[in-house]
């Protein structure tokens, strides 16, 4: 395929994004895959940098055993069949808009089977959306043809300040409901940025919405030692913990319900044995402090003052 440059400066936030592309890829060519994405691996193909990182199962040495590709990118892969499952939900429940906030190299809307009428947002930097659209070019021929069954719009903002205004003029609608997904998003914004996502999340929210994000609760000394994250330095160029935001989090849970919102958090090992396959808590695990928090807003509420100041409309 065609050379494509990598989202700016293939480090930081930017190489995670590459990080679970990787994963998504080994997760595809699973035997017991749980979910697919066919072109995650040409998002890593087009990155030098990544040219030594396994895009098969057979390629991880240490199978599922092995710390970064086997039982992190086992993480990533039921963490995405989760979301897949959630967002199809709420489509199929009538939710015509879903907005990706940090897309990333996230394909969903080439890849899912929407119901036809769907509009998916994809929100994130410039450069992360350009090398996008720039892989998606050179796809080569034995590339699946994207399904087009969803509108794909894709809406330049930096998300750690204002973008609400860069999503309505994009065509988003603050009446319709909406299906919203941060997906690892939160895990590197400040406070005070994940709680004005919240906020913007809960305005733009007609009855009917739907949220889904990932919430990290503070680690010990001994699982921020884990052998998860010193081979993500090592194999991937990726430090993790240097990435996650320091400080005091949000209860944003409690702050969703508090507007009227049902929302749980849920330990990513629930999934793994509802599926029967995924990564088992063991002693001391760094994926024991990740939160999945599904949230919906009701159709029968009546939006209060924090909502968008538009009336509802059906879905």
């Given amino acids: 395929m065609a050379e494509a440059k990598p989202p700016a400066a293939a480090h930081g936030v930017a190489r995670t994004a590459l990080l679970v592309a990787a994963a998504r890829a080994i997760e595809t060519h699973r035997a017991d895959a749980l979910a697919a994405d066919p ?18 199962p057979e390629r991880v040495a240490g199978g599922e055993a092995d710390p970064l590709w086997g039982r992190l990118g086992r993480y990533f892969g ?112 400040p406070e005070a940025a994940e709680r004005r996502l919240v906020d913007t999340v809960d305005r733009l929210s007609a009855p009917g919405s739907a949220f889904f994000y990932e919430i990290k609760r503070p680690e010990p000394p001994e699982v921020r030692a884990d052998a998860m994250y010193t081979r993500a330095v090592r194999d991937a160029g990726v430090d993790l913990l240097a990435l996650f935001a320091p400080g ?51 159709r029968s509420e009546s939006r209060g003052p924090s909502a968008a100041g538009r009336p509802a409309a059906p879905g």
């Fill in 39 to 56: 072109y995650a691996e040409h998002f890593v193909h087009a990155e030098p940098t990544c040219a030594d990182w396994p895009l098969r």
């Fill in 248 to 298: 005091p989090r949000p209860d944003s849970v409690a702050d969703l319900v508090a507007r009227g919102w049902s929302a749980t958090a849920h330990s990513p090992f629930t999934f793994a044995r509802r599926h029967g396959r995924g990564p088992r808590e063991i002693p001391h695990d760094p994926l024991a402090a990740n939160r999945w928090v599904l949230a919906h807003r009701s």
């Fill in 78 to 189: 039921l963490r995405t069949r989760v979301v897949d499952d959630f967002l199809l939900g709420a489509a199929r429940a009538g939710v015509r808009q879903v907005v990706l906030l940090g897309a990333g190299l996230d394909t969903r809307a080439h890849r899912l089977p929407w119901p036809a009428g769907r509009t998916v947002y994809e929100l994130d930097r410039r450069p992360v959306l350009a090398f996008k659209a720039r892989v998606h070019a050179a796809l080569p021929p034995s590339a699946p043809a994207p399904d087009e069954r969803a509108r794909r719009v894709a809406v330049p903002v930096d998300l750690a300040g204002p973008w609400e205004s860069a999503l309505t003029d994009a065509g988003f609608d603050p009446g319709r409901p909406t299906a919203w997904l941060a997906e690892g998003l939160l895990l590197y914004l």
